[in-house]
């Protein structure tokens, strides 16, 4: 039984009752193989439970038919100011070399 419950936890919830009625049969049995058993089955039981799976394999959540100049975070563009400052920085270096 402890094979059985090796799927995803969405499955086990439907047979809750029954896992839980086992485990309450079982958990304080003295014999070395059945607290075997029943330990494993209560390990898969949890860890069907607690794993996250992910719905997506990707780490963006735009969509990747965009063209690369919307999708990329830094934009390679030249705003007006920047360049005005740059302008002005040359020709004060132009002045003062006078």
């Known amino acids: 039984m402890c094979q059985v419950v090796r799927c995803d936890g969405q499955c086990l919830l439907v047979y809750k009752t029954e896992i839980l009625t086992v485990l309450k049969l079982t958990l304080h049995v003295v014999c070395k193989d059945v607290l075997t058993l029943s330990c494993m089955l209560l390990k898969h039981v949890l860890k069907a439970l607690t794993l ?4 997506e394999y990707r780490s963006c959540t735009t969509d ?5 100049s919307q999708v990329l975070p830094i934009r390679v563009s030249t705003p007006a100011h920047l360049v005005q400052c740059c302008l002005i920085s040359s020709a004060n270096s132009t002045v003062g070399d006078r």
Do not use: E, Q, R, T
């Open 52 to 55: 996250v799976y992910a719905s």
């Open 64 to 68: 990747w038919d965009l063209p690369l």
